[in-house]
């Protein structure tokens, strides 16, 4: 697959598609490129970071929502073995947007759930664009609470633009499933380890997001409303997006700074999608770490541990 | 045109000739559904709902308060509690200045009020949002309040019941405010626990974050006549389906033919209703003393039960 770029990237494209040239030049004929080369790739380096240390909000909007980034199942790949998908919510449909399944993370048995973004044009469809309706969260419930029953920890991946704005879902009770899934998040007895690897759209990202530890990738987002939303509604404009961007504080650093995100894992220079192993292999890391600290405590503290958390955010004036 | 109103109104008040939509400061109302003008005084009488239309109107949350609770012996929960501004949130204004122009205007510190008071003499918690205050929206004060009515309620065994009216979360607060949500569900799930009832009136509008948390968890769903209930907005789906949307879309009756709601309840009757399902349900905690029973008119029970814990 070629690297597709964004527009803040185009100097890092342009500096990979010389280098390439000048590698096809002097394997083609016997002229000696090499220091050349070595040249090119030590200025890409510092391009790269200088442009990967100085984002903007709204261009780690872009990093999050990046075509080639990897999804749950990408990281379901990279990050569990043993892995079998189960489908359906038992009563309407199996919604396509969430995925879940049981699988052993280092030889331990979890419940793996996350939202799902298609790939290509027919996927994309496929997965509704990674917004779940109703059966979707009522199947992410199903499992976690057959996780609870057969005692595996639970480990959620969010990826979404939020959940889905159709006429179907509301029919279905799209409040009354985010809302169910919170509260029963909530009282779960096994560890609830949530990771934000892409997009964490609002209500349909939190509804998969209660739990005992939060987890962000480095370049993902996670926000009460999308950037352009919250610019029509308040700016009266969606241009004004990268504004509303700055100002919602969603990125890792931000969040992870007012106390809402635990964690941000650290992500290969130019986004996980350059480098999806290595980003999953810090991801494993945290991830065991954070389990193996969970494990210690007993189901009622972790249950109660979870609810103080809970009760502390947000700030208020006495 | 001349219709009952336009007789019974003293001269003084009457407009000659100019716009007839005009409805005079003061003494008139006019309902938005039927366009009838209506004598204030009666109005508040009927608690803001059409005589004429059946029209509910959205009323503030002390006046939701003061109506649905006994006169008498009330106690305002966490009322000192003020919002702060976390994040320095600045759109075409600031977050800051939003907040005080709302409290100037309604006279609110925030969006939600909190009661422990008593419902024909049933103890209890009631929680009203206000619409006025930024559009009922749930930052942390309002998910703090919601809390710390549900702690009452878990101190002394009592039921609660909430008046939603919101848009959603508050987007002044960020993900601040998206975690309200967890935080009021996960609360609900330790009344859930006791055994204590949780009775939800959904009314005009209620919707995205608090219709996605607290609203659609009671043990018992209620809503007002008409009211808008959903998670999106009808704007968003329209614009995301490309279809005209339905009639009655997310309205109150569209709820309850889809199995969101329990009932349909005429506010004019929520004291009864709210009533009798709480005698019914928190039987375990409260009987009605004989008086009481009397007073009650689907008496639920033998009187000669009553009154006995």
């Known amino acids: ?318 | 045109m001349t219709n009952w109103f336009q007789r019974l109104m003293p001269s003084r008040i009457r407009t000659e000739g100019g716009n007839k939509h005009n409805v005079p400061e003061g003494l008139w109302d006019k309902c938005p559904a039927c366009q009838q003008v209506l004598y204030r005084p009666e109005l508040e009488r009927g608690l803001h709902v059409c005589p004429k239309c059946g029209h509910h109107m959205r009323i503030s949350a002390r006046t939701r308060l003061n109506a649905f609770l006994d006169e008498g012996e009330r106690e305002e929960i966490a009322a000192d509690i003020a919002p702060a501004d976390p994040l320095k949130f600045r759109d075409s204004k600031k977050y800051k200045d939003r907040l005080s122009q709302a409290q100037k205007a309604t006279g609110e510190k925030d969006a939600l009020v909190v009661m422990q008071g008593s419902l024909k003499q049933m103890p209890l918690v009631a929680a009203a949002f206000e619409f006025r205050f930024m559009g009922g929206s749930m930052g942390a004060v309002v998910g703090a309040r919601f809390v710390a009515g549900v702690e009452r309620c878990l101190e002394q065994q009592l039921p609660l019941v909430c008046f939603s009216t919101s848009g959603g979360a508050r987007m002044q607060e960020s993900l601040f405010s998206l975690m309200q949500m967890a935080k009021t569900s996960a609360a609900l799930g330790r009344m859930r626990k006791a055994g204590l009832p949780f009775i939800s009136v959904m009314t005009d509008p209620t919707m995205g974050g608090v219709s996605a948390s607290l609203a659609m968890l009671g043990d018992i769903n209620l809503a007002e006549p008409k009211a808008l209930i959903g998670f999106a907005g009808p704007r968003v789906i329209e614009q995301t389906v490309r279809e005209t949307l339905p009639e009655g879309f997310q309205r109150s009756e569209f709820l309850l033919e889809h199995g969101a709601l329990d009932q349909i309840v005429d506010r004019r009757e929520m004291r009864d209703r709210i009533h009798n399902l709480l005698s019914l349900l928190h039987h375990r905690h409260w009987q009605p003393g004989p008086a009481q029973t009397e007073a009650t008119m689907e008496a639920p029970r033998e009187s000669g039960e009553a009154g006995q814990d």
């Open chain 1, 1 to 318: 697959m070629s690297q597709q770029f964004l527009e803040f990237e185009q100097p890092i494209a342009e500096l990979e598609a010389k280098i390439r040239e000048l590698q096809y030049v002097s394997s083609d004929n016997a002229m000696d490129l090499e220091d050349e080369i070595r040249r090119l790739q030590e200025k890409l380096q510092n391009k790269a970071r200088q442009i990967y240390e100085n984002l903007t909000p709204w261009q780690v909007v872009q990093l999050a929502r990046h075509p080639q980034r990897p999804y749950t199942l990408d990281y379901i790949q990279h990050l569990f073995t043993d892995f079998e998908e189960l489908h359906g919510d038992r009563n309407f449909a199996d919604d396509k947007a969430m995925v879940g399944g049981v699988a052993r993370l280092d030889g331990q048995p979890v419940m793996v759930i996350g939202h799902q973004k298609g790939r290509d044009t027919k996927e994309k469809i496929r997965r509704n664009f990674g917004m779940p309706r109703p059966e979707g969260y009522r199947k992410a419930l199903r499992l976690m609470s057959m996780a609870e029953r057969f005692h595996m920890p639970i480990l959620t991946f969010i990826d979404t633009p939020g959940a889905y704005p159709g006429i179907g879902a509301e029919e279905r009770g799209q409040s009354e499933a985010i809302a169910k899934n919170l509260q029963v998040m909530s009282g779960l007895k096994v560890p609830i380890l949530c990771t934000v690897i892409g997009e964490g759209g609002s209500g349909g990202a939190l509804a998969i997001g209660v739990g005992d530890v939060t987890l962000m990738m480095q370049y993902s987002t996670y926000s009460v409303i999308s950037p352009e939303g919250c610019a029509s509604i308040l700016w009266k404009s969606a241009e004004k997006a990268p504004d509303a961007a700055e100002t919602l504080a969603i990125t890792s650093d931000r969040l992870s700074q007012l106390g809402l995100v635990d964690e941000v894992i650290p992500e290969p220079l130019g986004g996980a999608h350059r480098a999806p192993e290595t980003a999953a292999q810090s991801l494993k890391q945290a991830l065991c770490r954070h389990l193996h600290r969970l494990q210690e405590h007993a189901p009622e503290a972790l249950v109660e541990q979870r609810y103080q958390r809970l009760l502390n955010y947000g700030v208020v004036k006495h």
